[in-house]
């Protein structure tokens, strides 16, 4: 038993996730009603949201309690390429759905989440989040807040002493060797997540959704094989493919089955680690782009709304489209890092049209039952994006040096 755990550990952990993942397919497959296997998913998705706000909130303000005067930490491109990112998606989406018109079936359907009004409240939303008490706000994970009171407490310390400084970067490291454990424990997580994602109905119901959600997925590959690596080409000015391809196998995985950029955040930290990245970027990039960066709800608010504006009949000019992408892309920033966050936004992008609120919930509705697969692409385009981007922010401003 000792040689197995010894070379258990000593496997990639990649490697070890790909065997939780094929064991989970095969129990889902041939005992999906067997208990207790999908608990540890449930485990291991809560740890890395009880553990990311307080990393976030330690890493934060012990980066800028250390951060020296003149130091270049590359945020104002990372946000550029965010935005970049996540407009070019939205973009993306409504030339998809004009080379390929989808319709869909709107029924009753009908959710019991509320949508916000409007534009303004998306963004109204987002401003209260940055004054939200703090210890509300790690309670709530509320990641706007966490990083606002974060900025605020780690420019503070800089003035405090040195033995004060040396204990916040010890909290910043025993919660980093607390994440690093539960990331350790991923192949099990994964193999329960698997399962109960193979165990359960939601394939089956998908049936009637194909084309919608065969559009969303190529649109969401597309943009992470094409348009991510274009743009980050753009700015390495050397092959980007290997840098893409590690984002997705690590963070893109994960991502996937968790289906929560907020879950995720240990992981993407962890791996912007593993590349040598400089901690006082991604402390904040990260956990920033779990909440801004997201080219996957920009696709999603983009192509479920015109196959709403298709199935109605109503006529889209490539003007009204553009104007489409540019509130996707700010709607999407406010989406919440939990799974169908995007969706919630799609009633904003419907009023551009005229849809009733009541239709929009119907659109909203058919978003939840394709959301299995639709939302776990979405995530894992979204939080590999993160990692890319903040990488390659690093590696332009190294190469004009």
């Not at 550990?9 to 296997?37: D, E, H, S, Y």
């Not at 893109?252 to 089955?257: E, I, L, P, Q």
């Amino acid at each position: 038993m000792k040689r197995i755990i010894r070379a258990w550990n000593k496997t990639n952990l990649i490697k070890r996730i790909g065997i939780g993942m094929t064991l989970g397919a095969i129990l889902g497959l041939l005992v999906p009603n067997l208990t207790g296997i999908g608990l540890l998913g449930d485990l291991f998705v809560g740890g890395l949201k009880a553990i990311a706000p307080v990393l976030v909130f330690a890493l934060v303000a012990n980066a800028l309690s250390q951060h020296q005067k003149g130091q270049d930490s590359n945020m104002k491109k990372v946000i550029f390429l965010y935005l970049l990112g996540t407009f070019a998606a939205a973009l993306v989406a409504v030339l998809a759905s004009f080379l390929f018109p989808v319709q869909m079936v709107l029924s009753s359907a009908s959710t019991e989440v509320t949508p916000p009004d409007g534009i303004g409240q998306v963004l109204s939303n987002l401003l209260l989040k940055i004054v939200d008490n703090p210890v509300n706000a790690i309670i709530e994970a509320n990641y706007i807040g966490i990083l606002s009171w974060a900025i605020v407490f780690g420019v503070a310390m800089r003035e405090a002493s040195k033995n004060s400084k040396e204990l916040l970067k010890t909290m910043a490291s025993v919660t980093s060797k607390i994440v690093e454990w539960i990331i350790n424990l991923a192949p099990f997580g994964i193999l329960g997540l698997v399962f109960e994602t193979i165990s359960g109905q939601g394939i089956a119901s998908l049936a009637n959704y194909g084309i919608l959600l065969g559009l969303l997925i190529a649109t969401m590959v597309f943009v992470a094989l094409v348009i991510n690596p274009l743009i980050a080409f753009l700015f390495i000015k050397k092959n980007p493919y290997p840098l893409v391809w590690k984002c997705l196998r690590i963070s893109g995985v994960t991502a996937f089955f968790t289906r929560s950029s907020a879950a995720n955040i240990p992981v993407n930290m962890k791996l912007c680690e593993d590349l040598g990245l400089n901690p006082d970027t991604y402390s904040v990039s990260i956990p920033l782009g779990s909440t801004i960066n997201m080219a996957g709800a920009a696709v999603t608010i983009n192509i479920l709304t015109l196959a709403a504006v298709n199935t109605l009949g109503i006529s889209v000019d490539f003007a009204t489209a553009f104007v489409l992408s540019i509130v996707a892309a700010i709607s999407a920033c406010g989406a919440s890092g939990i799974a169908g966050g995007s969706l919630l936004l799609i009633p904003v992008a419907c009023s551009l049209f005229g849809i009733t609120n009541d239709i929009a919930m119907q659109v909203v509705g058919v978003g939840f039952v394709i959301g299995v697969i639709q939302d776990s692409c979405e995530t894992a385009l979204n939080s590999s994006t993160d990692v890319l981007f903040t990488a390659v922010a690093e590696f332009s401003s190294a190469r004009n040096k």
